[in-house]
Structure formats: C-alpha cells, structure tokens
C-alpha cells in the first residue's frame, strides 16, 4: 500500500510527466489496445516512483539487492553481461565467429537505465537502449538527479516499431529482459526485434515464466511466455472487462511461416527465474 502523502506525490508528478510525454507515444494498428496500455500506467508509477528513490539514495539496507543492482547500472565501467558477450563469439546453432572487434546491442525494453553493460576488453561496444516509457523514465531521473553513463539513458520506442526507427539489420544483438510481456503485442515486438537484428544474428529474451498470471494481470503485465513441450508460447487469456481476446501463439511456428526464422534457430534455457530463450536465424 502506497501512503496517501506519497500517492499523492505520485499523483501530480504523473500528471506532469503525461503532460510532457503523452505526444511521444505512437498509436500502432490497435488504438483501443494502445489506450488501455496507457491507463494501465497508473499501477507502474508507484512501483517505478520507490525503486528510483530507492536507488538514488544509494540504500545502505545489506542485501538489497534490486537497489545493488539499480546502483550497478550506473557504473560507466560495469562490463557487458558474459551471456551477450557468449552470443556474440557464437551463434544459437554453434557456429562460431571470429572475435568481433566492434559490436553494436539494442537493449528493448531496458526500463529507466540499461542494465547490459558496455565494457569488453579489446572491443568497441555500442549499446542503444530503447524504452515506450523513455520520456517518463528520463523525467524521473531528472526529478531524482539521477545520472550516469549516456549508453544507460534509453529513446523512446516502441517495440513494435523498431524497423521503422533503425531500419533493417541494424544491430549485432537485442536484449530483451522482463519487458516484452509489457507490450501492446509482444509478437509484433518479437517479429521487428528479428528485422532489426543482423542476419543470423540473436535476439535473447529473459523472462519470468508466466509473468501476467503470477502478478493477475495487474498494470502493464498482460501477457506470459512459457515453454510448453519444448515450444516458446505467448499466451493470455480473454477478458471480458477489456474486450480482449484469448490469444495463444506458437512463437517457433509463428516465426518460420513468416521466414524470419529456420526451424531450428531458437534455443532454450529453462532458469528459475527468469527463463531464457534465444532466437536467431
């Protein structure tokens, strides 16, 4: 429970940032669904609000560790994540590639500050890190003072429409960590992911399994992922107060029958928590 002092707090301070940041938002195919995405907002802000304050404080609690890892973001010197680092020498199907000597990351989805990291030894590592709530999470930081290194401060985009604003084969690598299930249509935000991504090139998605049904489908959290008999699945059920649909996609299928993907490009690491799935051609 929020204390009304602080809801209220919140409150304005929402108000304020809708007001600054309401035309960066793009209406995609589906204007109802891109409404109702923004109302759902209102349940983010408090979680959003306490974990900046948190982090800017510098929290001296031993063990927290969300606030130890919002401090460790922005370390300009935090080195890049050894997972990206292992998909970058070799593909999802073994293959390796000679060492790169400079690699370009999209981190989708990356929340107020990209948690990828930036440095590797020896190589030149650009990161661009993307968010819808980009304009919101950069007034954030700013009313909390919060700075650090340019590579962690995400635009603003849509998942949806990542081609449209990098175009084709663009990036080395996409990251994409406990995001894509707040999409308006996290398909389409995994289809644009590959058009982004250069040919052969991996998407890695980590996610909490089920996500949209652990947390009732509260705020932004509509969607889950799961692996099903080996198969990556979204789902969500249909909702009578939404007007939305049940939906349940067969992602490997899916991406095939549009040709961004062989049949056997996608790889998966059950981890509790997250689940960590890798998609590439």
């Given at each position: 429970?929020?204390?009304?002092l602080?809801?209220?707090?919140l ?15 793009h209406?995609?195919?589906d204007r109802s ?48 994540k ?6 970058l020498?070799s ?16 981190d ?9 990291g930036?440095?590797?030894s ?7 890190a993307?968010?819808a ?11 909390f ?21 990098f ?17 308006i ?7 644009e ?36 008999d ?6 969500r059920?249909?909702?009578d ?41």
């Open positions: 429970m929020v204390p009304r602080v809801s209220s707090v409150q304005a301070l929402r108000v304020s940032w809708a007001g600054q940041c309401g035309s960066q938002h209406d995609l195919h669904a891109c409404q109702q995405w923004r109302n759902d907002l209102r349940d983010e802000f408090p979680l959003l609000f306490r974990w900046m304050q948190n982090g800017s404080q510098r929290a001296t609690v031993v063990g927290d560790d969300v606030v130890a890892a919002f401090v460790n973001t922005l370390d300009p010197e935090a080195p890049l050894p997972r990206l680092r292992e998909l020498l593909d999802v199907l073994g293959n390796t590639a000679d060492d790169p000597r400079k690699v370009r990351i999209l989708a989805g990356s929340g107020p500050v990209s948690s990828v930036s440095t590797w020896g190589i030149d590592v650009e990161v661009v993307v968010d709530l980009a304009c919101e999470y950069n007034a954030m930081r700013g009313h003072g919060i700075v650090g290194p340019a590579w962690t401060v995400p635009r603003v985009a849509e998942v949806e429409s990542l081609s449209g604003v175009g084709l084969l663009a990036f080395d690598v996409v990251h994409c960590e406990n995001s894509l299930d707040h999409a249509d996290p398909v389409l935000g995994l289809e992911m590959l058009k982004v991504v250069r040919l052969g090139g991996p998407v890695i998605l980590r996610h909490i399994v089920n996500a949209g049904a652990q947390h009732a489908y509260a705020g932004l959290r509509q969607w889950n992922m799961d692996i099903q080996g198969r990556f699945i979204i789902w059920p249909a909702s107060w939404r007007g939305t649909p049940a939906v349940w996609v067969d992602v490997m299928s899916h991406l095939v029958s549009l040709g961004l993907l062989a049949a056997e490009g996608v790889e998966i690491r059950s981890v509790e928590p997250p689940a960590d799935v890798v998609v590439g051609e």
